[in-house]
């Protein structure tokens, strides 16, 4: 079956510590998303990459990294400097040459304590 | 500066009881406009995109349209398991577009 992971489902960490968040997809999709969603607040962009080897900062990129090595994965690296990780962070995927919809993995609950 | 708004922020509804969802939005030129469907504790499933004004999709109990002002999420006959967070977005056609713009969703409750 083709589709987007995520993982794990449920992360947890303490403060001060830098985490790292799985997305792979098998879809051959080109381009590459990661979103973080809070409650109250739409979804926002933290970065997102075209191509391999190639990312650009979101909206909200600040205390977040991300690498594009392969096609298929994209890792979020949630670090020590973002002042407020407790988020859902989805993954999402698109094929360039096709339509211009996103489709989106499972999610990560990250819980920083 | 492009917008989204989604109303209402809530909804419950009979089952069987037929309504319409709207987001309205505010952009420098449509490239095209996403509706998704968000269970709680999942990642938003896509179900359609709209490119242009008179535009309508279905699936199932489900059809959007769109105008230059506004799309609706109409939901004929609604059953329980249509429950979820109704999501929409624009792509906007000016600067980074890229990127999507989001609303902060529909929540629809549906009674069996």
């Known amino acids: 079956d083709g589709g987007i992971t995520q993982s794990p489902k449920y992360l947890f960490r303490k403060e001060g510590q830098n985490v790292t968040l799985s997305c792979e997809q098998n879809?051959?999709?080109?381009?590459m998303y990661w979103y973080r969603q809070d409650p109250g607040q739409g979804l926002r962009l933290i970065y997102y990459?075209?191509?391999?080897?190639?990312?650009q900062k979101g909206d909200i990129a600040e205390g977040y990294s991300v690498s594009r090595e392969k096609k298929e994965s994209f890792p979020l690296t949630v670090t020590s400097a973002q002042k407020n990780p407790t988020a859902f962070y989805l993954c999402a995927s698109r094929d360039w040459a096709g339509g211009t919809e996103q489709y989106f993995g499972p999610g990560t609950r990250l819980t920083v304590t | 500066e492009d917008q989204v708004t989604q109303s209402p922020e809530a909804l419950r509804l009979q089952e069987g009881e037929s309504s319409s969802l709207n987001c309205s939005y505010t952009?420098?030129?449509?490239?095209?406009l996403f509706w998704y469907r968000q269970d709680p504790g999942k990642g938003p499933e896509f179900l359609f995109t709209l490119y242009s004004a008179g535009e309508e999709k279905e699936k199932e109990r489900l059809k959007a349209t769109l105008t230059k002002k506004e799309s609706f999420l109409h939901i004929t006959a609604p059953k329980p398991e249509d429950s979820a967070t109704y999501l929409c977005?624009?792509?906007?056609?000016?600067?980074?577009?890229?990127?999507?713009?989001w609303g902060l969703g529909t929540s629809l409750a549906v009674n069996p």
């Open positions: 952009v420098s030129g449509l490239r095209g």
């Open positions: 990459s075209q191509i391999v080897n190639d990312f």
């Open positions: 879809l051959n999709h080109d381009a």
């Open positions: 977005a624009v792509q906007a056609e000016a600067g980074n577009n890229r990127k999507l713009i």
